[in-house]
């Protein structure tokens, strides 16, 4: 993989192509008349019943809502007018988000004791857009494509975990109108976060527990467990695992793990880069085969940096679904939503048989 093209756009933005073998990035200015960037564009509140951190990104609410496909802001702009991608083509570009969530560099300081506390949103939100066709998916992509794809996740997990103040960097996509999404267009996000998201922090608390109750790693034992009982396992490799979680929260849930810890995507051999490209690709078009249409889903790369506080962290990938039939959808109400009491419709088991007969 060459080194990306990097470009600048019309409000300073940074902009990154990432080709494939024989190609050439040929972008052109971005002509577009944008408005000066606000440099804080978001407040980080304090919640003190949850000791967590929200995100108060009020701008967002102007961001561009599912655009005819004609009008998509992230297809190819060949005039530099009319995209955030200012090229005739592209294979896979990366750019910082116009609407971020997390933007600028600082430290978020440890809450006082009382008092309403709010700070400046510091962080980064990028997107990546996986093609230039409008219509294609994740699961659609060539095996070269993916990769470079992959390539771009491990570029930027590497960049964003040196920038100061940086906790956690999470890669995601969200795909399908009915997970929320406002841009067809196949995508996903990059944030880099200042602090430990709470799912990530329950996790390494859990995981530092385990560590020292029974002197190895919990993520690695329950691989390991998986592997051992074999019912929920729709994928294994040399390197590789995925599999229906014991205790799935999600109608459709995989997970992918490596078979040996690293922290994340950047700790991953080329090999093992191509080893991983192979099953994602494999389990996102058994999620689009299960059905008579594509598989609305969730994906999240979960990532951690190499100091004490995440030592326990193993990087691994969660897919999810809220479609929990070919005609339903599974909605977070109440108990999940108010109580975070996750109710599973569907039998782990019998989801991991029906990914199983999807296999080609």
């Known amino acids: 993989m060459t080194a990306p093209t990097r470009w600048t756009l019309a409000d300073g933005r940074d902009m990154l192509f990432f080709t494939l073998p024989g190609h050439v990035a040929a972008p052109v200015p971005d002509r577009r008349p944008l408005a000066e960037r606000d440099p804080t564009?978001?407040?980080?509140?304090?919640?003190r019943t949850t000791g967590q951190w929200v995100i108060i990104a009020a701008q967002r609410q102007d961001r561009t809502y599912k655009p005819p496909p004609d009008q998509c802001p992230l297809c190819p702009g060949p005039t530099g007018l009319t995209s955030e991608i200012p090229a005739a083509d592209y294979d896979v570009v990366v750019f910082e988000n116009r609407f971020p969530s997390l933007a600028g560099a600082g430290t978020v300081p440890n809450p006082p004791a009382e008092g309403f506390v709010a700070v400046p949103g510091y962080g980064r939100c990028e997107v990546i857009c996986f093609s230039a066709d409008h219509s294609g998916s994740f699961a659609e992509l060539g095996p070269t494509h993916a990769r470079l794809v992959v390539e771009a996740w491990r570029h930027r997990t590497a960049d964003l975990l040196q920038l100061p103040g940086i906790d956690q960097v999470f890669c995601f996509e969200n795909r399908g109108e009915e997970i929320g999404v406002t841009l067809a267009h196949p995508h996903g996000q990059i944030y880099a976060y200042p602090y430990l998201t709470p799912r990530t922090a329950i996790m390494l608390s859990q995981a530092d527990q385990y560590r020292k109750q029974h002197g190895s790693n919990l993520f690695g034992d329950l691989l390991a467990d998986e592997i051992a009982d074999g019912r929920r396992i729709i994928a294994h490799s040399e390197k590789f695992t995925a599999f229906v979680p014991f205790a799935a929260r999600w109608p459709v849930e995989v997970h992918i793990y490596?078979?040996?810890?690293?922290h994340n995507i950047t700790e991953l051999?080329?090999?093992?880069?191509?080893?991983?490209?192979?099953?994602?690709?494999?389990?996102?078009q058994r999620f689009d085969r299960l059905y008579s249409s594509p598989l609305p889903y969730l994906s999240a790369l979960h990532q951690y940096n190499d100091t004490e506080a995440q030592r326990e962290g193993y990087f691994h990938v969660e897919l999810m679904s809220i479609r929990r039939s070919a005609?339903?959808?599974?909605?977070?109400?109440?108990?999940?939503?108010?109580?975070d009491a996750f109710?599973?419709?569907?039998?782990?088991?019998?989801?991991?048989?029906?990914?199983?007969?999807?296999a080609t």
């Open 41 to 47: 564009p978001s407040q980080l509140r304090y919640d």
């Open 258 to 262: 490596p078979n040996r810890l690293v």
């Open 269 to 284: 051999t080329a090999d093992e880069l191509d080893e991983f490209t192979l099953m994602y690709r494999d389990v996102l």
């Open 327 to 339: 005609t339903k959808l599974k909605y977070l109400a109440s108990s999940e939503s108010a109580m």
């Open 343 to 358: 109710i599973s419709d569907v039998n782990p088991e019998a989801v991991a048989a029906r990914l199983c007969e999807q």
